[in-house]
Structure formats: structure tokens, C-alpha cells
């Protein structure tokens, strides 16, 4: 299915430096406040107190999250737990204060004006669960990573499989530093938007990689340069693209506007990863496979001479 279709190809690679150099002081400049801003870690990871109630009724979450707000407790989360009667609410730790005088405080404001609430549970998260969490999720990156170029090498070629892993690390970066740059908090909802982003990133490239292995071994083909096989492969499935990411960015923007707050993170996430997972894979990992020497020959094995039978 195509909206239009494109008859000159554009010259996406003849841009390749400039593009390329976009991406490194994007990269650099997440890595840069990574490294002086840091992330801010939510309640799973740094620890605090999380505690489920109960109300008779469909709980009013912007209410409660005001109540719990006005506390002055610092970065707090409230959201629904299952059913609409359900709330969870995750605070910080606080040196002052234990983990029961904290769920007091908020269960007290919970109640002001008479309001019926059931304390179902309080639970005291440790930082040492945040540090494993933080260990099992930069194993779980460093595995899918591994599983991305594993899978592109044995169905490309080893050029194309460091190409992509490239253009997806710098996905992931690129998301992070700006997490850490506007200090958005970063929970387990934005580590499974990052994953996500992973994937959906390297279905991207895989399409384009695809068009291009087959532009090689077209006889229509052989008498272009790899830039202008590239070119036309990029051009041919930009169609595609549109149709494809432009739906699935709509979902996540209907997500990020109406989700909530319990669904702010992932889908923050997933908005910065797919509009970076475009450029990424049209204007970061084709130039990046150019500049690696990918040729035709690397994709067409070549055909040996039948031995001739010996009378």
C-alpha cells in the first residue's frame, strides 16, 4: 500500500556526513547530561514507600494526587491498581521519617473532609531491590542488543548488523539524555518504552536492509553505485514508512495526552524513540553501512564454476 510514489530518487546518502555529524552532537550532548544530570530514578529503583487503598467508590485520582501533592513529600506517584476502587501511590524515602509515619501522613490527608478510605497495604521498597532492578535492566538491554546484531548478521551481513546496533544505542541515548535533561522521572514504564523502542527501531531498519539486499541483486541495479542503491531503497519505502510510523505515533500521542500520568513516562518514551528511530535508520545506519564498505558482492554469493566431468 502506497500514498504516493516517488519516480527520482533522493539523494539521501550525498547528505550522509551532515547527518551523521547531526547525530553525534545530538549523542554527545545526551551523553553530557547523562553524565551532569543524571536520571532521576523513580520509587522501584532509589526505594520509598508504596501503599495500596481502597475507596467504597471510583477512586478520583486527581484529587488524591492533589491531597498527596500538597504533603510536600517530594516526587509522588498515584495511579490506579486494577479496578477504579484500587489506588497505588508510591513516595520517596525520607531520613526523618519511617516508612508507617509517612503512609499516616498520606492516609490522614486521604481522609480529610470525611472521605472513606481503606488502607490495604504498605511496603517498604529497599535500595538494594532498586539496585537489582537497575542491574536487570541494563542486562536486559545488553541482551537485546546482543540478540539485534546476532539476528542482522546471520540475515545480512556483519556491516549491516554493526550499522544498526549503532543507530539503535543512539536511540537509547538520545531518550535517556532527555530524561535527564528535563529531570522526567524514569520508572519501570519508561525502561519498557526503551526496550520497546529497541525493537521497534530495528523492524525499521530491517525493512530498509531488506529493500537494499534486494536492489543488489536486481539486473536493473548493476549499473548503480551502492549510494544510489541505497538511495532508491530508502525513496522506495518512504510510503511505508509514513503509513507505519504515522499511525503508531498517533497511538502514543493519544497515549501521552490522555493517558495520565501513569502512562506519561512510556509513552514519552516511545514518542522521542520513534521519531529518532526514523532518523536513525534512514539517515544514521545507511551511511554508516556505506561508510563500512558494504558492496554487492557481500550480499550475492558467488556462483562457482561447475567441474566438468572428466571422460
Request: aromatic letters at 8%.
Amino acid at each position: 500500500m502506497e500514498f504516493f510514489r516517488i519516480k527520482r530518487d533522493i539523494p539521501f546518502m550525498s547528505y550522509g556526513r551532515l547527518t551523521t555529524a547531526i547525530s553525534l552532537v545530538t549523542f554527545i550532548l545526551a551523553v553530557f547530561f547523562l553524565a551532569t544530570k543524571g536520571l532521576n530514578f523513580s520509587v522501584e529503583f532509589t526505594g520509598g514507600t508504596v501503599m495500596e487503598v481502597q475507596y467504597p467508590q471510583a477512586a478520583n485520582l486527581p484529587d488524591i494526587r492533589k491531597r498527596v501533592e500538597g504533603l510536600r513529600l517530594g516526587d509522588v506517584q498515584v495511579q490506579s491498581l486494577g479496578t477504579s476502587r484500587d489506588v497505588l501511590i508510591r513516595l520517596p524515602s525520607k531520613k526523618d521519617k519511617s516508612s508507617a509515619q509517612l503512609s499516616n501522613e498520606v492516609l490522614g490527608a486521604l481522609k480529610a473532609g470525611g472521605t472513606q478510605v481503606d488502607l490495604r497495604k504498605v511496603e517498604f521498597v529497599g535500595p538494594s531491590v532498586g539496585e537489582e532492578l537497575v542491574s536487570h535492566g541494563l542486562t536486559a538491554i545488553t541482551i537485546v542488543c546482543i540478540g539485534i546484531m546476532l539476528y542482522l548478521a546471520l540475515r545480512f551481513e556483519w556491516r549491516f548488523a554493526v550499522s544498526a546496533i549503532i543507530a539503535n544505542m543512539h536511540d537509547v541515548v538520545i531518550i535517556l539524555g532527555c530524561f535527564a535533561l528535563f529531570q522526567w522521572e524514569f520508572s519501570l514504564t519508561v525502561l519498557a518504552g526503551v526496550l520497546a523502542v529497541l525493537g521497534y527501531s530495528v523492524n525499521e531498519s530491517v525493512v530498509v536492509f531488506d529493500r537494499i539486499r534486494e536492489n543488489f541483486r536486481k539486473p536493473g541495479m548493476r549499473g548503480r553505485n551502492t549510494a544510489q542503491i541505497i538511495d532508491n531503497a530508502i525513496t522506495s519505502t518512504i510510503s511505508r514508512t509514513i503509513i507505519t510510523h504515522g499511525s503508531t505515533e498517533a497511538m502514543v500521542l493519544s497515549m501521552l495526552l490522555f493517558g495520565g500520568p501513569a502512562l506519561h513516562g512510556f509513552a514519552m518514551a516511545l514518542t522521542i524513540g520513534i521519531v529518532f528511530g526514523i532518523y536513525s535508520s534512514v539517515l544514521v545506519a545507511s551511511p554508516i553501512a556505506l561508510a563500512l564498505g558494504v558492496k554487492r558482492e557481500h550480499m550475492i554469493k558467488p556462483v562457482k564454476p561447475k567441474e566438468e566431468a572428466v571422460v
